[in-house]
């Protein structure tokens, strides 16, 4: 039994073999978003990723070979070495420019628009 004054202490159960890494791949659109825990083999690329994600074929709109990607929100290369717990992440285009909406947003708030 765990004394009061002691640490809580949580492990993560490993669930890849010798040579092999955990890592997620994600991707979004506005209104759907798809988060997919894949074991892949060492040595994987973020193209390795893609092709086991199976995002191509869920979202066929989008041109993944020219979106980019990143890890934890960094752009990294499609080329890209994978590390055991990565995050890979592919970025669509932005249906809007933030600073436009946000210019928009300002304007009919200043003028009483609502649109």
Do not use: C, K
Not at 21 to 43: H, T, Y
Not at 67 to 87: E, P, T
């Amino acid at each position: 039994m765990r004394s009061p004054n002691e640490p809580w202490l949580f492990t993560v159960p490993d669930h890849t073999t010798a040579g092999s890494l955990n890592i997620e791949a994600v991707f979004a659109l506005s209104d759907r978003q798809e988060l997919v825990p894949l074991v892949l083999d060492a040595g994987a690329t973020v193209v390795d990723a893609l092709q086991a994600s199976g995002f191509q074929q869920a979202f066929p709109d989008a041109d993944f070979e020219n979106l980019q990607s990143g890890i934890w929100g960094r752009i990294v290369l499609q080329s890209h070495l994978l590390q055991d717990g990565d995050r890979v992440e592919f970025y669509r285009e932005l249906e809007r420019d933030p600073r436009e909406a946000r210019r928009e947003l300002a304007n009919a708030q200043r003028f009483g628009s609502s649109s």
